[in-house]
């Protein structure tokens, strides 16, 4: 199976920079999907979420999600910290891990990720993670809590990623917050 994967995001209406972010990279038969939200708007939640960004870079893929968690869990200490979801894939099987209030929702098979309250950066309890093996039509959404929480994934289901990603933040983007999303299909190869 291979994923295809849009992500789209955009500051707070009226600033420049962007505190959240979205992250797609693959190494061998891995592909991490991250959508990461530091704490606020502007240049110092941008620059946090540019730090997350750069420790999930160059981290491997092949540890899990929790060595990848604690290691942007690490790389923002002494900062105002972020909420984080990841989710790695292995050619079948997608394992997520969560802090703070950035979520993750299907379409097809149910990944039962529950985030882990806190944030990263600062206090988190014992992460918690999910895996679940995809099949070929299932759809993942990522998102910020830039977009509201009554995020309803039928407005977009036949729209391709680029497209519902799109839909996804008109309809749903709050004015009041940097938003992002990140929007996944399972493919056969």
């Known amino acids: ?7 789209h995001s955009r500051p707070k209406p009226g600033e420049v920079r962007n505190g ?22 502007g240049p110092v939640a941008a620059a946090v979420a540019a730090d997350a960004a750069r420790c999930l870079e160059s981290q491997p893929l092949d540890a899990g999600v929790e060595p990848l968690l604690d290691a942007v869990h690490s790389a923002l200490r ?19 891990g969560g802090v703070g209030n950035v979520e993750l929702r299907t379409r097809g098979t149910r990944v039962p990720v529950v985030p882990t309250p806190g944030i990263l950066g600062q206090s988190i309890r ?11 039509g299932d759809r993942l959404v990522l998102f910020s809590d830039g977009l509201s929480y009554r995020l309803d994934l039928e407005y977009a289901r036949k729209l391709p990623p680029n497209e519902a990603c799109l839909l996804l933040m008109e309809r749903y983007a709050r004015p009041s917050d940097d938003a992002t999303v990140m929007v996944v299909d399972v493919e056969t190869v």
Do not use: N
């Not at 199976?1 to 992500?7: E, I, K, N, P, T």
């Not at 014992?126 to 070929?136: G, I, K, V, W």
């Open 1 to 7: 199976m291979r994923l295809a994967v849009s992500h």
């Open 20 to 41: 959240d972010m979205a992250l797609v990279r693959s190494q061998g038969e891995h592909t991490l999907l991250a959508v990461v939200d530091a704490l606020g708007h």
């Open 78 to 96: 002494h900062s105002r910290g972020a909420a984080i979801m990841l989710g790695l894939f292995d050619g079948k099987t997608i394992h997520c």
């Open 126 to 136: 014992s992460l918690r993670t999910a895996s679940a093996a995809l099949s070929p």
